[in-house]
């Protein structure tokens, strides 16, 4: 049962615009949001998160938006860089659960193209 | 941060054998968590690793299939036992801080 889903699997942006990537979550446990950024034969790497308190969180290019309602995180990266390409994963955790467990999503492919 | 060595990056392995994996973490930590990305799909937990006493494992693991060792607060490893083809995964080490995960480098199993 996938509580966490990314329904694209890739996306490809022109080098400058904005990327755009989505989550929607099942499970109203959630609370806690992250987005992870995977490089080829290197472990994810922590992008930004989001507490369920808030609608917004933005760290330098990165903006992460919460829609509770709707159960729907986004990721926004502007200006998209060739270093962004990636693979990109959304994770959720629940105020019942341990710190350390995450339900993840199947991950975004980003290819910044110039 | 934490910084997480994990080794071997990569192997191939027989069906029937068992690989462990190892996890070396540059602080003390009391829960190491193991995780698993099968091609093309998302990071499932495996087992929580607490030192001193018995893994906690995720619903469809293992013991037997996956023994989990945690001899001290820096380190642990991870035992694909009696290996298959649908073993073939990537394997990662993580630890908490900081209100993130923070993985190690992964293991590159493929299974014949």
């Known amino acids: 049962d996938q509580q966490v889903k990314q329904n694209s699997p890739s996306l490809s942006v022109q080098e400058g615009r904005i990327s755009i990537l989505n989550c929607d979550y099942t499970n109203s446990m959630f609370d806690y949001f992250l987005w992870y950024k995977k490089y080829p034969a290197e472990g994810p790497t922590f992008l930004i998160s989001?507490?369920?308190?808030?609608d917004k969180n933005e760290d330098g290019r990165f903006t992460v938006f919460l829609n509770k309602s709707a159960k729907h995180l986004s990721l926004h990266i502007v200006p998209s860089q060739p270093g962004d390409s990636a693979v990109y994963f959304c994770a959720a955790s629940a105020r019942t659960d341990s710190w350390g467990k995450l339900q993840f999503g199947a991950g975004t492919q980003v290819v910044v193209t110039p | 941060s934490a910084v997480i060595s994990q080794k071997p990056s990569r192997d191939i392995c027989q069906r029937g054998t068992s690989l462990t994996i190892q996890c070396q973490v540059d602080?003390?930590?009391?829960?190491m968590f193991w995780y698993r990305q099968q091609p093309g799909q998302s990071l499932t937990l495996i087992a929580t690793a607490n030192q001193g006493s018995e893994a906690t494992y995720e619903s469809g693991f293992v013991i037997d299939k996956f023994p989990i060792s945690r001899p001290n607060l820096t380190f642990s490893t991870l035992t694909v036992s009696n290996m298959s083809p649908e073993d073939s995964s990537i394997y990662l080490c993580?630890?908490?801080?900081?209100?993130?995960?923070?993985f190690g480098s992964g293991t590159q199993l493929s299974v014949l």
């Open positions: 993580s630890v908490w801080g900081g209100e993130k995960l923070f």
């Open positions: 989001i507490s369920s308190i808030k």
């Open positions: 602080s003390q930590v009391t829960m």
